[in-house]
């Protein structure tokens, strides 16, 4: 593809796998030096290096946790180590507790609403100070934000919070030359998706009401983060971009 990002360089937190991988192998394949976040994921990430290596772009791998603000900090430390500036911010790390909402605790509430809302806001706050002349932040949401879903509703209650935050992220931010939007994708089936008991309907429900019928990939999403990321997309801001083929408009 032609390099219509070259120069750029872009942080993705949880990169290592799934959507995060396939945004980074796109945004380098476009002509971004990458950096990639993992928290757990060590040898993955690696090898994204690699990948993003082999398209002639420059890597690096930052172990850090999103919802923790000392983290945080050590990630863009090590950040500016390597890269004087930023350009674009994808936070797509996410994690949560699959349960019922009558089982939960505060502990729970906290490590879904920190890791998943309150990560944005503490990614921007650091990531602004390397856009001075401005950049984009794209937050990966899910259609738990707006619907109900079995087991998952920590976890969608800290995705509608995340829709929220970017809405105001977008009116602070905007007058900087800061383009802040959400990414809500459909059911991908990713690693994280083995986590959830109900797999296998989720997957099925999705493929008979999804008009398209073509089943949904990391790499649908990450071409959806891409098309935000170009200069043509300057005026789309605060918004958030469903990418699931039409399954939430099907009833």
Not at 61 to 66: D, K, L, R, W
Not at 162 to 172: D, F, N, P, T, W
Not at 230 to 239: T, V
Request: with cysteine; glycine share 8%.
């Amino acid at each position: 593809m032609s390099q219509t990002l070259a120069g750029k360089v872009a942080l993705l937190t949880g990169g290592a796998r799934g959507i995060g991988r396939a945004t980074a192998l796109k945004l380098a394949s476009a002509g971004c030096d990458i950096a990639i976040n993992y928290y757990n994921s060590h040898a993955e990430a690696a090898e994204v290096c690699d990948q993003v290596h082999s398209l002639g772009r420059q890597a690096i791998a930052i172990q850090g946790s999103v919802g923790n603000p000392e983290s945080v900090k050590e990630i863009f430390t090590s950040f500016t180590e390597k890269f004087e500036r930023l350009d674009i911010l994808i936070s797509n790390a996410a994690s949560g507790v699959l349960k019922p909402v009558m089982k939960m605790n505060l502990k729970h509430w906290r490590w879904c609403m920190e890791t998943n809302a309150l990560a944005l806001v503490l990614l921007s706050q650091e990531a602004a100070q390397l856009m001075p002349n401005g950049g984009r932040i794209i937050a990966l949401s899910s259609l738990g934000a707006s619907r109900a879903i079995p087991e998952y509703g920590f976890i969608g209650a800290s995705k509608a919070a995340l829709e929220s935050l970017v809405r105001s992220l977008a009116q602070e931010m905007g007058q900087q030359g800061i383009r802040i939007n959400t990414v809500s994708a459909g059911v991908v089936d990713t690693d994280a998706l083995s986590h959830f008991p109900n797999r296998e309907m989720l997957l099925e429900n999705f493929s008979l009401r999804n008009p398209t019928c073509i089943s949904m990939l990391p790499e649908h999403v990450a071409n959806a983060i891409y098309l935000l990321c170009l200069p043509e997309a300057a005026m789309i801001n605060g918004q958030t971009l469903v990418v699931d083929g039409g399954f939430a408009i099907s009833g």
